[in-house]
């Protein structure tokens, strides 16, 4: 669809007239006196029309309702009553762009446009640009070295292959009680239970059990946990039963319901963990000060629930106790732990972290403060503290911490859940793993967390992001970002500790904006289940391929990995080495505002950066060229465009282009043309030294001539000596011949 002398309005005061509006399947493009605005039709909420009548001012254009009227100013010339269409976002963004064309006709024409394509329907899912786009979309192609499908997209997260490089199924050596060393099996198998989903329809084919929790105990067990998301291990630390598992909450109900299978499993993870003579449980074998515990989680209590919790199995319930009690009137509820419960070998620990409805009123509220168009910025923070959202992200990010903590301190099965298992969950067990293991901090790693903890693990992307989904047709009930929560955490911590992750907030804020742009079938659909039988991995494109085809612009020129090449199988102790568990106050103190939320706020003044600088990525290159001086500085010593400088829009995709606009890249840019310059600085070392060392060598051997001439000097004056005295010699026998030859002759005569 195509139009002209479009008016245009963008919350925030912005008016811009006759623009051209152009839509395809993908994306709605207005553009207009050097302003381009882009909506993906997957990102829009709502589409709705206003009616306004009389005239407009040319100056200061604002939609009305239909019974209020705006008089036209002396230099604008009267406009007959036309409609608006105004288009909302999912997104957490302030972007809310208002619409008006020239005719009723085709503001009624854009309308259905925007109707039909961005919301098809829980019916017509298949006509999302996902499935369509890869008709007319090459496959991208997979980095090289990297494992591939049969349908030519890179391998990502396999049950066998991830918990294969965890340790998971090797066999496992302990002491024995009568001194000496003994291997035990592992403790752990995978189960096909699941494998015609029977068990539960959100968990994938394959899950990772207890060795001695067979099928059958699984089926049944499964009868007792909400939507049969029975504890499978997330994650387990190689050499010990540290481990992590996930679930949903038990169904107790008011009568306090008990199920031998399920308090049996538990027995299970129990019977893992390995004890002392003295029948107390071993934390690893060490007892950490109280000064260091208090000190790292930022109070007394994780040191008393470290170094003296009797308990062989944690459980984290990451919901307030008081929706945990009320959950049992609708028949849910939690364990009953010690002596008087079913569960008498484990303890509970709430963590209090909001649900979906806390999370999306919090982001509303955050929206709103971002977005206002008219306000007092003197409590910008404070209005932001006030939505609760910088709050929850804390809860989450304490609650993952505590979680890595026990794990790698105490050395004990950890086992998480919240109501059904697929949103706090997923957000705890994910970030808890990266705390724990290098692998999840890299690019491969991260994919392979996201895949098998909210992919396979069954978080309800539709549910919550109502793909396709019109305001009457989706459950705004329903409807919440969790997973935007979770990738707000992680970028927290890439922005406190911006060496430890190999991916930059471009990457994050990619993630993000894809979750809802349906150009990729990643994030389509609920389970995997429903994303096998709709044959998502070979009708559309894949979102991991598109971050890999761009992996220059996204990836962190600040990540210094630390740990050996092999970190796809390490060992225990590089394991421990490269335990990532900074100290909790440093991680809470240091959340802020993503400025993911702040995209369409007004940009920071920049000073404009030199050609070098715009080398994302390539300074060297650059700095090379001007060494052999192919440009980079005027004649006047200034610094002035290259013709070979590095531009982003001739080899980024566009969608990551437009990420490109926070002060993080002004940092990274001076990084690179820093280092650039010290790689420089270091060549000239490195040549100055090898002249030196040339001319070194040049004065030794010119020294050694010198003297190999003097010895030949001295050797030849030796053998002239030596000549000379046998000259001597030979003249001292001459004259003693005649000598003799004389006395020889007289003697003679007399005779």
Known sequence: MYLENVSCQVKGGINVHGCKLVMTTYRLSVVGRGEKWEVKLGEISTVTTVVYEGSVSASSFQPSPPSSSQSSSSSSSFIPSKTTVVISLKLPSTLRMSVTPNTQQEAQKAFGALMTYAFPGRQGREYLFAFEGKKYSPIIPPPVGDAVKEDGLTEGYSTSQEFGRQGCFTPRIHAARGGGMK?????????????????????????????????????????????????????????????????????????????GWDEQYFKMLASMVSHDVDNTVSTGGRIYPPLYLSKMSGGPEMGEAVNHDPARVRIFDLRPKSSAVANRATGGGYEITGSKGGYPDCSIRWCGIGNIHAVRGSLEKLTAVCGAEKGDDLDFSGKVEDSRWIYHLRTVLKASWEVALVVSHCSKPCVVHCSHGWDRTSQVCALAQMFL???????????????????????????????GEGKGERNDEQFSPIFIQWLDCVWQLGNIFPTAFEWSSRYIGAIAKHVYSCRFGTFL????????????????????????????????????????PDLKYPSVKEVNEHLFLPPLPVVLRGVTLWDFYLAE????????????????????????????????????????????????????????????????????????????????????????????LMRRELSMDERKSKDAFMEELVEGGKEKKEVDRLKERVKELEEEVLRLREVGGGEEDEK
Not at 194 to 215: F, K, Q
Not at 460 to 466: G, V
Request: some cysteine; overall charge positive.
């Open 183 to 259: 291997g035990v099996p592992s403790p752990y198998r995978i189960s096909t239970a699941n494998a015609d989903y029977e068990v539960c329809r959100s968990y994938p084919r394959e899950i990772v059990v207890p060795r001695g929790a067979t099928d059958e105990v699984i089926k049944m067990m499964g009868k007792h946990r909400s939507e049969g998301r029975v504890p499978v291990l997330c994650w387990s630390n190689r050499g010990d039963c540290g481990s992590i598992w996930r679930c949903s909450q038990p169904k107790v109900g008011m009568r306090g319901e008990q199920n």
């Open 437 to 467: 293991d290098p692998f999840y901090r890299t690019r491969v790693g991260f994919r392979v967390l996201v895949e098998k903890e909210w992919l396979k693990a069954g978080h309800p992307f539709q549910l919550r992001c109502a793909h």
């Open 525 to 564: 659909y609920n389970t995997d289940q429903e994303r096998v039988s709709s044959q998502v991995s070979s009708r559309t494109l894949c979102l991991w391929d598109y971050l890999e085809a761009n992996r220059e612009a996204l990836a962190n020129p600040f990540y210094r990995p630390g740990w050996l």
């Open 601 to 692: 706020s007004p940009k920071e003044s920049f000073p404009k950066l030199p050609s070098y600088l715009k080398e994302h990525r390539f300074s060297e290159k650059c700095m090379k060229k001007e060494e052999e001086g192919g440009g980079g500085r005027g004649s006047d010593g200034s610094m002035e465009e290259s013709p070979s400088a590095f531009d982003p829009s001739s080899c980024i995709d566009s969608d990551i282009l437009g990420l490109f606009r926070t002060q993080d890249d002004l940092t990274e840019a001076w990084m690179n043309a820093c280092e650039a310059y010290a790689g420089r600085q270091q060549r000239e070392i490195s040549k100055a030294k090898a002249q030196k």
